[in-house]
């Protein structure tokens, strides 16, 4: 099993930005910062390597605020921030490709910490 402790990443919303001149997509400041932090953090953690042949199961746990103060809902789509984990994914575990990706979880926990824990198993 590979467990992986990143910082809570950007939602696709905030991760790319549009040149309408050009109609070309582009990383955010936002997103390339994140993808700092979290190159940092994994510098800390155990390196993992796959085949590539696998099918896997990934297990996403988003730790962050879920809720406003008053006790509502934010509008957080937690869909918004599996993809651009799962790209990051597979630029640090060697032979990784998303496409791997069987059966995905996405889990919201109320927290004051700012992390998406994963989990990846093989599964038949």
């Avoid at 879920?66 to 957080?76: E, H, L, P, Q, T």
């Amino acid at each position: 099993m590979i467990k992986i402790t990143l910082p809570m990443p950007v939602s696709i919303n905030q991760a790319y930005g549009t040149n309408w001149k050009t109609k070309q997509r582009f990383r955010t400041t936002k997103y390339l910062e994140w993808i700092e932090n979290a190159d940092s953090e994994v510098l800390t953690q155990k390196r993992y390597k796959v085949s590539g042949k696998e099918k896997l199961a990934v297990r996403y746990q988003f730790y962050t605020k879920w809720r406003n103060n008053d006790g509502s809902i934010k509008k957080k789509d937690v869909g918004n921030y599996e993809k651009q984990t799962s790209d990051y994914l597979s630029k640090i575990i060697t032979g990784l490709d998303d496409r791997q990706f069987w059966k995905i979880e996405l889990e919201k926990i109320p927290s004051n910490r700012e992390v998406v824990e994963i989990e990846i198993e093989e599964i038949s």
